[in-house]
C-alpha cells in the first residue's frame, strides 16, 4: 500500500517535470516577446463584455483600463499583463474572480527594418524564431541587384554595431549553421550587388552581378557572345586604379573579372 502511494507520488512529479519542460519554450518565447511602446493590445475580462478594451501602448509604455486606470504594461509579456489587470481588478474590489485575456494586436514595439535591395522594404514583426533568412523571405526576396550579403546594424549597451553577413551561407548551409537570430530593432541592408559593364560588339550589352570566379570568357557569355562583327582580339578592359580612376588593364580570357569593371569588344576590320 505505501509503495503504490510512493509510486503515485513519483508519478505525480514525473508528471510535474513533463509539463514544466513542455511549457519551457513558450515561456521563453513569450518573454522575448515582451509589449512596449505603440503596440496595440485588445484585452477582455470573462463575462463583463463592458471591459472589452483594444487599446494603444503610450509612448512611455502605459495604457488606461476601465476601473484600475493607469497600467504600466512596457515590457511585460501578455500572460504577465493579464494578472497585473486581474490582480487590480480583484484587490479593487471590482470583480472577485477576475479572468483576463490579452492579445497584441499590433507588435509594433517588435520589428526589424528591412531595406536596400530587397523586392519589398519595410517593417516586419518579429517573434522569438525570427531569423535573418526569414526577414528576407517577408521582404519578398533579394531584388536582381542586390547582394548576396546584408548588413545588420544592432544596438548594444546604447551603441550601434554592424555586423556583415553572407546570405549565401545561411541559405545553402541552413542544416549546418545555426540561424542567425533577430533582434527587436535590428536594421538589416541588402546593398547592390558588385557589378560588371560589357559594351560594345556583344549580344546583350549591359551590367551584370559578379558571380564568384567569373573570368572575362564568362562575362563574354554573360553578354550573350560576340555579335558577328565582335573579336577577341579586339577586347578592351577598363579597370579602377586605387584613386578609383579607370585604366585600361591588360587580361587574357581566363583572367578574372573584377567590381565595375568595363569590357568593350571592338568590331573586326575585315
Known amino acids: 500500500m505505501h509503495t503504490n502511494k510512493r509510486f503515485q507520488r513519483l508519478d505525480k512529479r514525473y508528471l510535474l517535470l513533463v509539463v514544466f519542460l513542455l511549457l519551457l519554450p513558450m515561456q521563453q518565447s513569450i518573454a522575448t516577446n515582451s509589449i512596449g511602446p505603440d503596440d496595440v493590445l485588445r484585452i477582455y475580462v470573462y463575462g463583463h463584455e463592458d471591459l472589452r478594451t483594444e487599446t ?46 490579452v492579445t497584441v494586436l499590433e507588435h509594433v514595439s517588435q520589428q526589424v527594418s528591412v531595406l536596400g535591395h530587397v523586392n519589398k522594404p519595410g517593417r516586419y514583426p518579429l517573434d522569438s524564431d525570427s531569423s535573418i533568412v526569414d526577414l528576407i523571405a517577408m521582404a519578398e526576396g533579394i531584388d536582381e ?64 552581378r559578379i558571380e564568384p570566379g ?20 579586339g577586347i578592351v578592359i577598363k579597370r579602377k586604379d586605387e584613386n578609383g580612376t579607370l585604366q585600361e588593364a591588360d587580361v587574357e580570357l581566363k583572367d578574372t573579372v573584377l567590381k565595375d569593371d568595363v569590357i568593350y569588344v571592338s568590331e573586326r576590320w575585315f
Open 56 to 101: 494603444r501602448v503610450s509612448s512611455d509604455g502605459r495604457i488606461n483600463f476601465p476601473l484600475i486606470g493607469e497600467v504600466v504594461v512596457s515590457g511585460k509579456s501578455s500572460m504577465e499583463l493579464e494578472e497585473t489587470i486581474a490582480i487590480g481588478l480583484i484587490n479593487g474590489g471590482f470583480i472577485h474572480d477576475a479572468q483576463v485575456s
Open 145 to 208: 541587384l542586390g547582394d548576396n550579403k546584408a548588413v545588420v546594424t544592432r544596438t548594444v549597451n546604447g551603441k550601434p554595431q554592424r555586423q556583415e553577413l553572407n546570405l549565401r551561407v545561411y541559405l545553402e548551409d541552413a542544416e549546418s549553421i545555426a540561424p542567425f537570430k533577430m533582434h527587436q530593432g535590428d536594421v538589416v541592408y541588402v546593398p547592390k550587388a558588385p557589378l560588371f559593364y560589357i559594351y560594345g560588339e556583344v549580344q546583350r550589352p549591359g551590367s551584370y
Open 214 to 233: 567569373i573570368t572575362v570568357l564568362k562575362a563574354l557569355s554573360i553578354g550573350g557572345g560576340l555579335t558577328l562583327r565582335g573579336t577577341e582580339n
